[in-house]
């Protein structure tokens, strides 16, 4: 069974940092995209930083120079270090990947989420 399982969100003053983590596992035979997304109440999942098919590295306006992605394709894991973190970067950060998978449904999957929020 695939799964998507992130780890780090939390309660951070703002201007602090949060590094937050995702491993895949399962029968993966290999990862087209990896990265997170998120989400508030009322509004639409959004891009936060990405690893994309084509193998570019892509974020999302409101957070470049502040977040930075990184990955190791050993351990099918993406982690996210978000510094200078602001009220308005509080949300549910999503893990998202789009994988071939063996013996199972190849695609997109998402990680349960993890609330990060910034306090003022």
């Known amino acids: 069974q695939v799964q998507l399982v992130e780890s780090g969100g939390g309660l951070v003053q703002a201007v602090g940092s949060l590094r937050l983590s995702c491993a895949a596992s399962?029968?993966?035979?290999?990862?087209?995209?990896m990265g997170w997304y998120r989400q508030i109440p009322g509004s639409q999942r959004v891009l936060v930083a990405a690893?994309?098919?084509?193998?570019?590295?892509i974020y999302g306006d409101s957070v470049k120079g502040r977040f930075t992605i990184s990955r190791d394709n050993t351990k099918n894991t993406v982690v996210l270090q978000m510094n200078s973190l602001k009220p308005e970067d509080t949300a549910i950060y999503y893990c998202?990947?789009?994988?071939?998978?063996?013996?199972?449904?190849?695609?997109?999957?998402w990680g349960q989420g993890t609330q990060v929020t910034v306090s003022s």
């Open positions: 690893f994309t098919t084509g193998g570019r590295t």
């Open positions: 998202n990947a789009d994988l071939i998978v063996i013996q199972d449904r190849s695609g997109a999957y």
């Open positions: 399962g029968n993966i035979l290999s990862i087209n995209a």
